[in-house]
């Protein structure tokens, strides 16, 4: 992790929890991290659609020093899309981050990267920060081309962006291979793709890539974090279930320095 780069801790929450829980959720994670422990690293929460209010009155309320954002949004302003949530009324909320391309929207909603990156323009236009997701699935893990396959990701998703943009997202690596199969992905195996990711950046949008923060999404735990964050190039992790759990989360955020 590099200096210049703040640590973003954020926590996916996926589809759980109702409204009430997540003001649970959102307190206890305040109160158990310090003033300096929330300046040294930024600890944001993504609650489900129908939390966010909730948070955001809470946060709001009570000045509290976490940043909260969506899981999704739409490509669209507005109009006959029905059941999906534009980038304006997410930005009317206060949200400061949201998911665009998670593994989950690419496997069951089918999302490619032409959409993930009219999803990630949707969020810039409405001055919120997307968090671009990219990961390659055990098949391609097993064949030897899982950087070529993450770094193809991510040009799709960047298409036609220009520096002063690129400079304004987040990127999280997933390795999807990883999640739920068994199958461990050590941090060396994270810097490899991410510095790959950052290499890219680089060719494309030259000092702009020392400026992007790139994050780690694949089963991050207490016990892990603080060797996934001593990689050079890893600046925060995407944490999922650990961030359900106020005790595993704080450990992660407190260790992500």
């Keep these: 992790m590099a200096s210049l780069r703040r640590p973003l801790m954020a926590g996916n929450w996926k589809m759980n929890g109702n409204h009430l829980e997540a003001i649970g959720l959102t307190q206890k994670l305040a109160f158990s991290l310090t003033e300096k422990q929330l300046t040294d690293v930024e600890v944001v929460v993504l609650p489900p659609f129908t939390a966010i209010r909730s948070v955001q009155t809470l946060v709001d309320g009570d000045k509290l020093l976490i940043g909260y954002g969506a899981q999704d949004l739409s490509a669209h302003p507005k109009g006959a899309y029905t059941g999906e949530v534009s980038g304006p009324m997410l930005a009317k909320m206060g949200c400061s981050y949201v998911v665009v391309g998670h593994s989950e929207r690419r496997q069951y909603h089918n999302e490619d990267d032409a959409l993930v990156n009219a999803k990630a323009r949707a969020a810039l236009a409405n001055e919120i920060t997307p968090i671009i997701c990219v990961g390659e699935g055990l098949d391609i893990r097993e064949s030897g081309e899982h950087v070529a396959y993450t770094v193809a990701q991510l040009d799709g998703a960047l298409a036609k962006f220009k520096a002063d943009d690129v400079e304004k997202v987040v990127i999280a690596y997933e390795p999807v291979w990883a999640i ?54 890893i600046d925060g992790a995407l944490v999922g279930g650990a961030s359900l759990d106020p005790k595993d989360f704080t450990l992660i955020c407190r260790l992500g320095v």
Excluded: F, H
Excluded at 191 to 219: M, P, W
């Design 180 to 233: 739920g199969t068994g199958k461990t992905a050590t941090p060396e195996d994270a810097q490899e793709v991410i510095g790959a990711l950052r290499n890219r950046l680089a060719d494309a949008y030259g000092n702009t890539a020392d400026r992007v923060r790139i994050l780690y999404g694949g089963s991050v735990k207490g016990n892990n974090v603080a060797a996934i964050m001593a990689q050079p190039d």
